[in-house]
């Protein structure tokens, strides 16, 4: 599989397939294909489904197929921000941010990631329940905005307001801190905990998180007594 990367704020991923190649993905991602690209859906089991329910994704992926030589297929982002590549192998899980995961290679396993630590998941704002890329080939992930990565060495952490950790690699661990001082939490704006990314490993932080979006145009939308 070749594949190319297209666009700035708006992108979007080419996939070149080689006849038998095939690439995964949920519903609805795909943008355009060759007409020799052969689609199936499938649940892969009542508990892979209800797992990448729980993370986000939808119930059912799509399976492209590539027959009868060389094809193509397109994935676009569906907000405005980032795809990124990864290269999944042996000891090099990564894990997601809910609804994050676009498209991969066959050899690639999406599942659910649990935070080990209850608090993080609830109060964290990153969510108790995250996506987890494993097994063997290349995956594409969606980012909101624009990424900044940073390698944090063994015991080095970084605190990440609510929603801006895109992703880790699974090496990372995850807790939160809670705000200090009644006038930070009731005036601050930043709510009453922050995540703490915890190394080692590799971190991958999104600038426009599209929860936070969504609040910042809320104020400008007519209701429905206008």
């Known amino acids: 599989m070749r594949f ?105 396993e999406l599942s659910v990631h649990f935070n080990r630590k209850f608090g993080a998941g609830f109060f964290g704002g990153e969510g108790f329940i995250m996506q987890r890329l494993s097994g063997s080939g290349v995956a594409f992930a969606e980012f909101d905005g624009y990424v900044v990565e940073y390698d944090l060495a063994p015991g080095q952490s970084i605190i990440v307001d609510t929603g801006h950790l895109a992703a880790m690699t699974a090496s990372c661990t995850m807790d939160i801190e809670k705000v200090h001082g009644a006038k930070n939490i009731f005036f601050g704006g930043e709510g009453l905990f922050h995540t703490v990314v915890t190394g080692p490993g590799h971190v991958w932080l999104q600038t426009m998180p599209i929860a936070n979006f969504a609040g910042s145009i809320a104020g400008y939308l007519p209701t429905s007594n206008e």
């Open 4 to 108: 190319e990367i297209l666009g700035e704020t708006l992108p979007v991923v080419v996939c070149r397939l080689e006849s038998g190649e095939r690439m995964i993905t949920e519903g609805g991602s795909m943008s355009w294909m060759s007409p020799n690209m052969e689609m199936e859906t499938t649940g892969g089991g009542f508990g892979r489904a209800m797992g990448r329910m729980f993370s986000g994704e939808r119930i059912f992926q799509n399976i492209y197929t590539c027959r009868g030589g060389d094809g193509l297929i397109a994935f676009a982002s569906s907000f405005p921000g980032s795809i990124r590549p990864f290269q999944i192998g042996p000891g090099g899980d990564l894990v997601l941010q809910k609804s994050a995961f676009l498209a991969c290679e066959a050899g690639v």
